[in-house]
C-alpha cells in the first residue's frame, strides 16, 4: 500500500498479507461477512497476494455484488405494498371499533 500526497509524491506505507487455512469449512462465522480461525479450520497460513493459492489484489478494482438487484427491488415494493395493506386494514379496524363504541354510547 501507498500513501498519495497532494504533492504528487507518494511513499510505501505498509503491505497487505493475506491468510488461507487447511480446512476453510472449518472456519466460525461472527457475523456480517467476518470468519474467525478455529481448531477445525487450523492456524492461518499468511502470505503475499498472488503467490501460490492466495488471491490476487488489484488496484482500484471493486468488488462485484452478489445481490440480483431486480429481485431485491420486486422484493422491497412487495413488502411495502405488505405494509401498506396492513396499515389499512388497522385503519378499518379502529374506525369500525369507533363506530361500535359510538353506537353503543348512543
Given amino acids: 500500500m501507498s500513501a498519495a500526497y497532494a504533492d504528487g509524491s507518494s511513499t510505501p506505507v505498509g503491505q ?4 488461507t487455512f487447511a480446512a476453510t469449512g472449518g472456519l466460525r462465522s461472527i457475523g456480517q461477512t467476518k470468519w474467525q480461525a478455529s481448531g477445525d ?29 431486480a429481485e431485491e427491488m ?17 385503519d378499518t379496524a379502529t374506525q369500525i371499533s369507533t363506530t361500535v363504541i359510538n353506537l353503543r354510547q348512543q
Avoid at 74 to 90: E, K
Fill in 16 to 19: 497487505i498479507a493475506l491468510a
Fill in 41 to 69: 479450520s487450523g492456524p492461518p497460513i499468511f502470505g503475499n497476494p498472488g503467490i501460490g493459492n492466495k488471491g490476487e489484489m488489484i488496484s482500484g478494482a471493486l468488488e462485484r455484488s452478489n445481490v440480483d438487484l
Fill in 74 to 90: 420486486v422484493s422491497l415494493l412487495t413488502a411495502q405494498r405488505n405494509f401498506q395493506a396492513n396499515a389499512r386494514a388497522i
